[in-house]
Nanobody, 120 residues
Framework: QVQLVESGGGLVQAGGSLRLSCAAS????????MRWHRQAPGKQRELVAA???????DYGDSVKGRFTISRDNAKNTVYLQMNSLKPEDTAVYYC??????????????WGQGTQVSVSS
């Protein structure tokens, strides 16, 4: 079993910054991809950013140029640096990881979510 634990959410004023962290623990052989998603009230969950083991990244259009995803492979941890935050960034942010177990199977895991609130 694998657990993803997020931290770093909170309340910030528009224009401010926050850094989210997500640490994976458990029976892990490798983590080919880690992602951040978010879901605002009344809206569908959307992909915010993704990163592979090799460091290739992808971002949702609404956060390009403002958010940066990174990871520490040795710590099985992914980060999301969020700058120039806007009220529309308010959402619950979820960490997601594709984890390869020691039996070579690939499983998807999700964190419990962390609230990010941006005031105008």
């Amino acid at each position: 079993q694998v657990q993803l634990v997020e931290s770093g959410g909170g309340l910030v004023q528009a224009g401010g910054s926050l850094r989210l962290s997500c640490a994976a623990s458990g029976s892990i052989f490798s983590i080919p991809a880690m992602r951040w998603h978010r879901q605002a009230p009344g809206k569908q969950r959307e992909l915010v950013a993704a990163i592979t083991t090799g460091g290739s990244t992808d971002y949702g259009d609404s956060v390009k140029g403002r958010f940066t995803i990174s990871r520490d492979n040795a710590k099985n941890t992914v980060y999301l640096q969020m700058n120039s935050l806007k009220p529309e960034d308010t959402a619950v942010y979820y960490c997601n990881a594709d984890v390869r177990s020691y039996n070579s199977r690939l499983y998807a895991y999700w964190g419990q979510g962390t609230q990010v609130s941006v005031s105008s």
